[in-house]
T-cell receptor, first 111, second 114 residues
Framework: DAKTTQPPSMDCAEGRAANLPCNHS???????VYWYRQIHSQGPQYIIH???NNETNEMASLIITEDRKSSTLILPHATLRDTAVYYC????????????FGAGTQVVVTP | DSGVTQTPKHLITATGQRVTLRCSPR?????VYWYQQSLDQGLQFLIQ???????AKGNILERFSAQQFPDLHSELNLSSLELGDSALYFC?????????????FGSGTQLSVL
């Protein structure tokens, strides 16, 4: 699976949009981009995933560049409960297991 | 609530001992994954089972073993425990275990080896 690069930390003001970047320049055509988050020692929580097109659900939006080498997770209206470590993961469509977590981005939402 | 149940929540034991961690997947999920999270290593994939069979293996030590039972619950056995085995152990489940699937994680078992 391709490796991802994320900034180690970022701050966001409550109520504002949080834009979390992820670089996956070695991604191949059969690899999905997944985002999970982990709120202080709780189990990781699935947020969203995509292959080529932009995706949106009740939690977030995922914007994937046309060349698929990078993506951005958007939390439209950050709340204090969104403070967490956010993981960007690339996974092959035919991959079994091995969801590989990197260091992620520590997001702190401030009042 | 993810629907994945892990027991116990906390476990304190001594070096050299053996412990068993238990995981009940979400109803209908056939695949179970085990992860270890320590401060210096982050979230590490250990092993995956699908419908009772081992499907994928990660950085699992030989002192560790796992199995998935016919009722689909899984157990992770850790033996000859060392101080460095102290970590959060997470179990996750998914419907099949491949491709475009979401993993649902339990709340973890905090293991402290003294």
């Amino acid at each position: 699976d391709a490796k991802t690069t994320q900034p180690p930390s970022m701050d966001c003001a409550e109520g504002r949009a949080a834009n979390l970047p992820c670089n996956h320049s070695t991604i191949s055509g059969n690899e999905y981009v997944y985002w999970y988050r982990q709120i202080h020692s709780q189990g990781p929580q699935y947020i969203i995933h995509g292959l080529k097109n932009n995706e949106t659900n009740e939690m977030a939006s995922l914007i994937i560049t046309e060349d698929r080498k990078s993506s951005t997770l958007i939390l439209p209206h950050a709340t204090l409960r969104d403070t967490a470590v956010y993981y960007c993961i690339v996974r092959q469509t035919d991959s079994w297991g091995k969801l590989q977590f990197g260091a992620g981005t520590q997001v702190v939402v401030t009042p | 609530d993810s629907g994945v149940t892990q027991t116990p929540k906390h476990l304190i034991t001594a070096t050299g001992q053996r412990v068993t961690l238990r995981c009940s997947p979400r109803s209908g999920d056939l695949s179970v994954y085990w992860y270890q999270q320590s401060l210096d290593q982050g979230l590490q994939f250990l092993i995956q089972y699908y419908n009772g069979e081992e499907r994928a293996k990660g950085n699992i030590l030989e002192r560790f073993s796992a199995q998935q039972f016919p009722d689909l619950h899984s157990e992770l056995n850790l033996s000859s425990l060392e101080l460095g085995d102290s970590a959060l152990y997470f179990c996750a489940s998914s419907v099949q275990g491949g491709g475009e699937e979401k993993l649902f994680f339990g709340s973890g078992t905090q293991l402290s080896v003294l």
